[in-house]
Nanobody, 121 residues
């Protein structure tokens, strides 16, 4: 059984910063990739940023230069540092971790429950 839990959301003024944290726990052999998504009502969930176990990162164009994703494989944890926040960053942010539960086994993805980020004055 694997659990993925996010924390760090909240209300922040435009231009402010927040740091999201996502930790996976349970029966984990290895984590191949970790990612952050976000979703607003009536829109599809979109990929914000991802990082592989080798440290390769990708970002949505709208957050490049403002958000930074980082990971700690030893702690099965991924972070999203969000700076210069804008009202359009308001969304529920979800963590997704791609991992194996046995050595050499298949990769499955696990979602967190989501954390609300609201950017407003």
């Amino acid at each position: 059984q694997v659990q993925v839990v996010e924390s760090g959301g909240g209300l922040v003024q435009p231009g402010g910063s927040l740091r999201l944290t996502c930790a996976a726990s349970g029966t984990i052999s290895s984590i191949n990739r970790m990612a952050w998504y976000r979703q607003v009502p009536e829109k599809e969930r979109e990929l914000v940023a991802s990082i592989t176990s080798a440290g390769t990162t990708t970002y949505h164009d709208s957050v490049k230069g403002r958000f930074t994703i980082s990971g700690d494989n030893a702690k099965n944890t991924v972070y999203l540092q969000m700076n210069s926040l804008k009202p359009e960053d308001t969304a529920v942010y979800y963590c997704r971790q791609f991992l194996t539960t046995v050595v050499g086994g298949p990769t499955f993805s696990y979602w967190g429950q989501g954390t609300q980020v609201t950017v407003s004055s």
